[in-house]
């Protein structure tokens, strides 16, 4: 899967809507303390929680994981 699939959705609303509100915040406080290249490191981080999860052989069902990432159904 392309990372172009699915991290434009992530990085453009730095992870709102995305991310439950208090890990959003704290990515927010690290991107103003070290700038915006922190953004692909929370990215990396994300996908490192969700490695167990990306071994779906449905590219569908892969987007759709990706795309709502951290948010409700944790």
Not at 9 to 17: G, H, N, T
Request: charged fraction near 25%.
């Amino acid at each position: 899967m392309s990372p172009a699939a699915y991290l434009p959705d992530w990085l453009a609303p730095l992870f709102l809507d995305h991310l439950p509100f208090e890990a959003c915040a704290r990515v927010w406080d690290v991107i103003f303390l070290e700038g915006d290249a922190f953004l692909y490191r929370a990215a990396l981080a994300v996908l490192g929680v969700l490695e167990p999860r990306l071994f779906f052989p449905d590219k569908k069902e892969l987007l759709e994981l990706l795309r709502c990432v951290l948010g409700e159904e944790d």
